[in-house]
Structures are given as structure tokens and as C-alpha cells.
């Protein structure tokens, strides 16, 4: 089994950065591709990014030039938002999933809170 827990949330100005952790726990070695998500209250969960085991990422065109994903690099349990230039429209409870290779099986964690004030 795997389990993912996210951190790194809180509340920010308008135009200030925060990163974001999410670790995994258990049978990491299975896991491949790794993704942010993000659902601002009231609306629908939305992709921000994804990173392959290869670093190879990717992201929503609302957040390409503000946001970097990245992953630790010695374990791959770890993977990072880093945001910068936050803005009131990316408050939302940010997600992490992970899909198990060579299935369809996705994990995701509980979230954390981001809050953007003007």
C-alpha cells in the first residue's frame, strides 16, 4: 500500500510564495507518475501539474509560469509544488496522487489548505 500526506499549506499574501510537500509512505518503489491537483472551494478539482519518475512535468496553463513541481531526487518520495506569485484564484485545498505503474490504480492524499489573501 502507499500512502501519500501533503504539508506545507497556510495562509499567504497576494504575490508571496509557498512550497508544498507531498511524501509517500509504503510501496513507493511502485508508484510512477506523481501529480498536484487542486479544488478551490466550490468548484471542481482541477490538475496543476504532474511529474514522471523521469522529472519530466507538466502543468495547467494557469499556473505554467508561477509554479515548479520537482522530486526529491535521491528517493522520489517526495515531491514538491513550489508556487511563487500567488494570487487569491489559487486558494484551494491541494492534492497529491500518485499512479501505481503498470495499473490503474491511483493514491491520493487528504490535502492542505492554501489561502490567498489580496
Known amino acids: 500500500q502507499v500512502q501519500l500526506v501533503e504539508s506545507g499549506g497556510g495562509l499567504v499574501q497576494a504575490g508571496e510564495s509557498l512550497r508544498l510537500s507531498c511524501t509517500c509512505s509504503?510501496?513507493?518503489?511502485?508508484?510512477?507518475?506523481m501529480a498536484w491537483y487542486r479544488q478551490p472551494p466550490g468548484k471542481q478539482r482541477e490538475l496543476v501539474g504532474t511529474?514522471?519518475?523521469?522529472?519530466?512535468?507538466?502543468y495547467a496553463e494557469s499556473v505554467k509560469d508561477r509554479f515548479a513541481i520537482s522530486r526529491d531526487v535521491a528517493t522520489k518520495n517526495v515531491v514538491f509544488l513550489q508556487m511563487s506569485s500567488l494570487k487569491p484564484e489559487d486558494t484551494a485545498m491541494y492534492y497529491c496522487?500518485?499512479?501505481?505503474?503498470?495499473?490503474?490504480?491511483?493514491?491520493w492524499g487528504l490535502g492542505t489548505l492554501v489561502t490567498v489573501f489580496p
Open positions: 496522487k500518485a499512479d501505481k505503474r503498470r495499473s490503474l490504480t491511483e493514491y
Open positions: 511529474i514522471s519518475n523521469a522529472g519530466r512535468t507538466n
Open positions: 509504503g510501496s513507493c518503489d511502485t508508484i510512477g507518475e
